[in-house]
């Protein structure tokens, strides 16, 4: 076996068990609030925020441990953010700022 | 005995046309929130239009006759300001809709400001407050409103007046002393107590009696034909889709969005709610505004540029003048001039019909 090649081997497992052990939520934007409240997820996680209302809605987050800008998308568009440190991440809908949701990151 | 009967048988037509003529069915439409309506006067697919008879208040500001009244005389007072000359009231008159009338607030010594003043108007029904939502609650809005640098001071540190001076002024009023009290026993002539008043004063100043309000409760005759075309094009989303931003009940998403107003586009324009979130799709957004008694508080837009009603269905219906931020929500409308005479109607049906108001006297 060639020696050199074990540690790109033993990297794509690691890479592999992790993406595995990946999971998606789903956090749903309808009736102009937010699905949940709260939402407690892994390290590597995915979040979609489906837009199920009629009119656009937005989602970002300015905090620390993951800042992002989904920008505005129409109803029946979905759009996904990693979570890649852990954390508490605020969500926020910059249109209708009464919608907004925690997400801890562990 | 031939013309009685000629009587008899019109009569009886008559009777029958007027029992068995065929109802016309009351139009139905998919609103702009997905929800089916039936524009009939007093629907039930309509009671979400409809306010509470008071707006919900904090369990540590509950509103009682005694905190409204102190915080009437509050809202009138000059004492409150430290030149003594300038009140709520200056910017928000009872008899221009609580707005004052002009595109932009005159404040003191004379310094013109960069936005409208905002009617109070059901300002108790909002979630957010000011036109950038920089304050949360109405206590905390009143708080902020009384520093030295807040527009009813208008930043006059450089005239050596101390910040809280209109506290101590209050506090040599033994009429204040004794209505504070009563008000808020114990609590003393503080900020918050202040701040606290003029809120529960605010909350009073209630709009939700209006020629609209009373259609959605039954009175079939309270609004005209014209302004029941004006409400079905409001809420169509595949028409004015003025109902996307402006919800029921109080006619705002209490949301925030760049409508492309002119002033966007000159050089350093207000950059509105991207100061408090600065996210690329709030650069020059504005919050929503109430349309209750909006036909009294002309002239329109945060920055007073629409000076009519219908200058600013005009502006909707091109879709806005300024694109380079502009809300998702907005595109042109094919909105012919009937059209915007019934949206026009509809709007002035929004105004609850008051007796002239009758500022309070001030204590000694």
């Known amino acids: ?106 | 005995m031939k013309t009685l009967s000629i009587k008899r048988t019109l009569l009886l037509a008559a009777t029958v046309f007027s029992v068995y003529q065929p109802v016309l069915a009351a139009p139905v439409l998919v609103d702009t929130d997905a929800d089916t309506v039936t524009l009939a006067a007093g629907h039930p697919s309509l009671k979400k239009w409809l306010l509470p008879d008071t707006p919900p208040a904090p369990p540590d500001n509950l509103s009682t006759p005694e905190r409204v009244k102190l915080g009437e005389m509050l809202f009138f007072d000059p004492r409150l300001s430290g030149t003594g000359q300038v009140t709520c009231v200056s910017c928000h008159l009872p008899e221009r809709g609580w707005s004052d009338g002009l595109p932009t607030s005159v404040r003191f010594l004379g310094e013109v400001m960069a936005v409208a003043s905002p009617t109070i108007v059901n300002l108790g029904y909002n979630s957010i407050y000011m036109w950038d939502g920089r304050q949360p609650t109405l206590e905390k809005q009143g708080v902020g409103g009384q520093g030295v640098k807040a527009d009813i001071n208008a930043g006059m540190t450089h005239f050596g007046f101390k910040d809280g001076v209109h506290l101590t002024r209050l506090a040599k009023v033994p009429g204040y002393v004794e209505l504070f009290e009563k008000a808020y026993p114990g609590q003393g002539i503080t900020r918050e107590t202040v701040a606290k008043a003029i809120a529960a004063f605010e909350r009073s100043v209630i709009s939700n009696n209006s020629p609209f309000d009373r259609w959605l409760r039954g009175d079939k005759d309270a609004i005209d034909e014209s302004q029941q075309r004006g409400f079905a094009l409001f809420i169509d989303p595949a028409r004015a889709n003025c109902s996307v931003c402006h919800w029921a009940p109080n006619f705002t998403d209490n949301g925030f969005h760049n409508v492309g107003l002119k002033s966007f586009g000159a050089s350093k324009p207000d950059l509105g709610r991207y100061k408090q979130r600065p996210v690329r799709l709030m650069r020059g957004a504005f919050k929503t505004p109430t349309l209750r008694d909006v036909g009294l508080t002309a002239p329109y837009f945060h920055d007073g540029s629409a000076t009519l009603l219908r200058d600013v269905l005009k502006h909707y219906a091109r879709g806005g003048d300024d694109h380079s931020n502009l809300s998702p929500n907005m595109h042109a409308l094919a909105l012919s001039e009937q059209d915007m005479d019934d949206l026009e109607a509809f709007l002035h049906a929004l105004t609850t019909s008051n007796k002239p108001y009758v500022y309070p006297l001030l204590p000694n």
Request: charged share 20%; net charge neutral.
């Open chain 1, 1 to 106: 076996m060639n020696m050199k090649a074990m540690p790109l081997i033993t990297l794509a497992i690691l890479t592999a068990s992790v993406a595995a052990q990946a999971s998606e939520n789903e956090v749903s934007q309808k009736n102009k609030t937010f699905s949940v409240k709260t939402l407690k997820i892994k390290k590597g996680d995915t979040v979609s925020f489906p837009n199920q209302d009629p009119f656009f809605h937005n989602v970002f987050s300015l905090s620390p441990a993951k800042t992002f800008d989904l920008g505005s998308y129409p109803s029946g568009e979905t759009r996904k953010v990693t979570f890649d440190k852990s954390g508490t991440v605020d969500v926020e809908c910059a249109i209708h700022p009464h919608m907004h949701m925690s997400i801890t990151v562990e």
